[in-house]
């Protein structure tokens, strides 16, 4: 009989292989164990071994990994631990939920391996479809999740986990959600659109992220009287932001808001920050692809073409800014790779009021304050913008996720009132 | 019309030398840009935002341009809906979204006619007996004007005794070829088609049938992308017509739906020149100035054609090199270049893409 990929293979591609069935992984799945315990020493002790190995030489030093290997780190697992006790007292109990079906996306590499590991930590079996596109970066992080799963003290991981590469197929898609306790969908609208076509078993439960758009929020004032040093850190950040994944990541900000007084010339502020970014893109090496530039020019253009009083300014091919008379005429729609809009606010939380929506994801700051951003997000009031977060963080991954605490998701409560 | 375009278009093609076309096409283009700002607001306002410090080009290669691709996004024309007469569209290889392109009766008449200028350059006034390289039902429905139906449509003109050479199932009809090519036993004939089409459905199958075209000209178009994907070179191409055919007299022409008419000849050099009232710049994809001749860039093509639409200057997504002005071998005029291929497709990263759309 044919063999599925197992944990051994873990990420092994059954796409061209003829020996890939799928209703007999199917069949290995469901007869394996559903289940350990969350936050299980062995799940506890195979984050703090995988971390260990990115952190190592031998992952290499490609700052994604070392993203990964830091937030799998002893001391950052003990406060997922502690933040996972604080649910349980003498009446609850949090069990796993079971089995877990995730479904990564293809292009933010990293991603699968923070979606499992939360699902992992839960104490949940998972199968997690990776994407079929094969980078470096990937394939390394795979080759060092095997290495570790691998070791005999994670037997019992290795026996409920599959990381595998499965034909794009209805009958796939099809056969995973009708096993699957919570599914994961990643990937945009597309994707969710999808796997919504394929029912869980009653009691199981979706856990969806379709596209979203972010934007940054940056006080005009703290850009001009920011020190050289200061302004050069904030345009790395504004490039960690957005440039990481192309723009393309549904954290990267594509739309600017300027925050300024009434009556403040914006102008040099602005310029001082775009020139700092270019400068900063230089630093980093960083080029557009010319099919990218050539997009971000129609982009451009056609956004300038709707209204009158927009400014296009084609920095180079790396950065275009179009500069909107009003945020009335905004689209979210962006080919990415460095075309952001900006628009100069003299009342913020009038302005992200009458623009935020349910797509709008992170708002990343610079010169807004913690208060400020309480204030803006109570003002908003969970129409949109489900993260806050300093520039140059956009792209940190954390349990807290487009709205879903990703940690209570994966597991349920038991009441215990005897 | 323009006194200007019209003399452009009445001088023998490619006789113009450079620097005397530089002059000419630079006052063209002015007026051009300066009709568009005032007929289509869309367009004002683009080159309002991307050349606030005017849109009057001292050279050719500042006369604002726009990415070919907002034809497809944006309902441009100049002229009033109730004067468009009729709407060419293509899909282009980007996306699924076609371009459309509004003309006027003004326009439509422009493009019959330089394309004419052009082809009778080459193939003399007399209409040739003319085999088509496809079948009928391309140009059947006269409201959809494909860029293939519209290509064939235009050239039909400069024949007679015209010949579908293929039925709707691509497969040739070697009875009514060969009747036909009977019936003009010794005349001069006219081959027109689609590169590849041409290549796969008509000249492939028909390789081992001993026909004999040495007195025809074969006038084809549509790039060599398919044909390269099956390393089927222009060289392996014009030595299997002439060992099989004795086809020798062969035409490639470049040119696009966006703007018809002002067409890119392939000289008996192997060169692709730009007629008298058109120009194509090639633009360094990082400065976007104009590359030194024999480097590679970006196509822009230029033409003083489309008044209905403001198409006159447009960045293609084509990679080309010019190869020399005012020095080609064949004794024309101006410059001469060369297509490499189109422009790389973005490979943006990102979350939304898990289901791998088939683009």
Known sequence: MN???????????????????????????????????????????????????????????????VSLGYWLRPASVERMRDRFARLEDRGTLVVPRGRVFQVAPANVDTLFAYSWVLGLLGGNASVVRVSNRTTELTDTLLAAIRDVLDRPEFAELRGRNWLVRTPHDDATAAALSSIADVRVVWGGDATVEYFRRFPLPPRGRDIVFPNRHSLAIIDAAAIARATDEEL???????????????????????????????????????????????????????????GAAINKMAFGLRAAARVPGVVYERLSNEATWIELPDLAAYDRDNCGGGLFFEFVSRDVPADLAALVGPEDQTAACYGIDRDDARSLARRLNGRGIDRWVRLGRALDFDATWDGYDLLQEFVKRVAIEV | MDPGLEQLMATEQYSVDAPTKDAALVAGMNQLTAHHRAHCPEYARIVEAAYPGGSEAARLADVPYLPVSLFKSLDLKSVADRDVFKVMTSSGTTSHVPSRIALDVETARLQTRALSTIVTHYLGRSRLPMLILDHPDVVRDRHSFSARGAGILGMLSFGRDHLYALDPDMAVDRAAVRAWLKRHAGDDLLLFGFTFMAWEYFFEPLAGDGIDLSRATLIHTGGWKKLADRAISTDAFRSRLAGDFDLTRIHNFYGMVEQVGSVFFECPAGHFHPPNFADVIVRDPRSWEPSATGDAGVVEVMSLLPRSYPGHAILTEDLGVVDGIDDCPCGRKGKRFHVIGRVPKAEIRGCSDTHERAA
């Open chain 1, 232 to 290: 050069a850190g904030a345009a790395d950040a504004f490039f960690n932001d957005a440039y990481w994944f192309d723009q393309g990541a549904c954290s990267s900000p594509r739309l600017v808001l300027w925050r300024a007084a009434d009556g403040d010339d914006t102008a040099p502020a602005r310029h001082r920050f775009k020139a700092a970014v270019g400068a900063a893109i230089g630093r980093r090496a960083y080029e557009a692809q010319l």
């Open chain 1, 3 to 65: 063999a599925p990929p197992d944990v051994a293979a873990a990420v092994e591609s059954a796409v061209s292989s003829d020996r890939w069935d799928i209703s007999s992984f199917v069949a290995t799945v469901t007869a394996a164990r559903a289940a350990g315990c969350a936050f299980g020493d062995a799940e506890v002790r195979f984050c703090t071994s995988l971390a260990a190995a990115l952190l190592g030489s031998g992952a290499g030093r490609n700052p994604q990994l």
